[in-house]
């Protein structure tokens, strides 16, 4: 195979991943996108091991290599209504810098709760099944790592330190995998490392981090206690929003992390986290205040703790805190069935 194209190629990310697999020996089966099906593999043309009426959501690749671009695909939304905000409020007087310096972290200097109706969607439950992979969409198929939660973690990580699949590996002082308990029982997923989280390559230790912190200690739970990784493991330039083929290139990381932990509970910190793990277009606010279910586990969206120093107001603190004892009983709840055998 020859050199990856280091463009704009939407397909550079598979082509590169391919590579890598064919160097280790594995070979793979590429169909012109006629919309046939290849008579000795059962398989539709342009589509990558799925047969041929499967769904466009199922699709591993489109005809010209890119995810399909759904608003939601692989995923079902039911039900309707917003919980109520409560009284409590999470921490105490706002930061004396605040509007703190959004240059910190990511996400600071971005809307994050756009309306249901600006959506175009009712918000409802989502669920992503367990079989709706961005390894999948990627057309990747990696051998999972062995051992334990923690030397799996190791492994997935050095895998990470090495990779060069997007341009932010240019950039980057460090890749920030991810920090805490590898049997944690509560993830928290954000957006991407910010600056502080660049230079010390651990996620959530800048002015937003600090913040994450008080809520994790507010939830009768510390930070040792639970998991803490973004979407992406590198720093996009000056905190901007990552790019659609950063995400996708990046997630797998982000999966395989998941998988690994298996957790009772995942928390989604801001738009980006949420659209993600959900592969919905529908913003935090309409989507926040729910459990959702990311292959099997429970994932409540919620607001970035940027965005609360942002806009430290109190109807804001009420939502988040809001949200967080909903995490907090449905962790209870869960370690209770879980004991119980059920």
């Known amino acids: 195979m020859g050199k990856i194209n280091e463009g704009t190629d939407p397909v550079r990310g598979l082509m590169a991943r391919m590579e890598m697999l064919e160097a280790s ?11 046939q099906t290849d008579p000795a593999s059962g398989v539709q043309a342009g589509h990558s091991g799925h047969p041929a009426d499967s769904t466009p959501a199922a699709s591993a690749v489109s005809c010209t290599g890119a995810v399909p671009a759904a608003a939601n695909p692989g995923a079902t939304v039911e039900g309707d209504g917003r919980p109520d905000l409560c009284s409590a409020a999470v921490g105490g007087k706002p930061p004396a810098a605040s509007p703190c310096d959004t240059a910190s972290y990511p996400g600071a200097a971005r809307a994050e709760a756009p309306s249901v109706a600006a959506a175009g969607v009712e918000a409802g439950t989502i669920r992503v099944r367990r079989e709706d992979s961005l390894f999948e969409a990627a057309g990747a198929a990696y051998d999972s790592p062995r051992g334990s939660k923690s030397e799996m973690l190791d492994a997935i990580r050095e895998r990470a330190m090495a990779c060069a699949l997007c341009p932010l590996h240019k950039t980057r002082t460090h890749v920030v995998f991810g920090d805490g308990n590898p049997e944690a029982e509560l993830v928290f997923v954000g957006e ?7 230079v010390q390559g651990l996620p959530f230790v800048g002015r937003a981090g600090q913040l994450l912190n008080k809520m994790i ?3 009768g739970l510390k930070r040792e206690e639970v998991y803490i990784c973004n979407v992406l493991k590198c720093r996009p ?7 659609p083929d950063e995400v996708r290139l990046c997630s797998p990381y982000l999966e395989e992390q998941l998988e690994t932990i298996r957790p009772l509970v995942i928390c989604a910190l801001g738009s980006p986290a949420a659209q993600t793990l959900l592969r919905t277009k529908l913003g935090i606010g309409a989507i926040r205040g729910r459990f959702h279910e990311y292959r099997g586990i429970a994932t409540m969206a919620t607001y970035h703790p940027a965005y609360v120093l942002r806009s430290y107001t109190e109807e804001v603190r009420r939502t988040v805190w809001e949200d967080l004892k909903k995490v907090r009983a449905k962790l209870d709840e869960l370690r209770a069935a879980r004991r119980a055998g059920k």
């Open 25 to 35: 020996g594995i070979r793979f089966l590429l169909l012109p996108c006629t919309g």
């Open 217 to 219: 200690a507010a939830m």
């Open 192 to 198: 991407a490392p910010g600056a502080d989280e660049d």
């Open 237 to 243: 330039p000056n905190n901007r929003t990552p790019a």
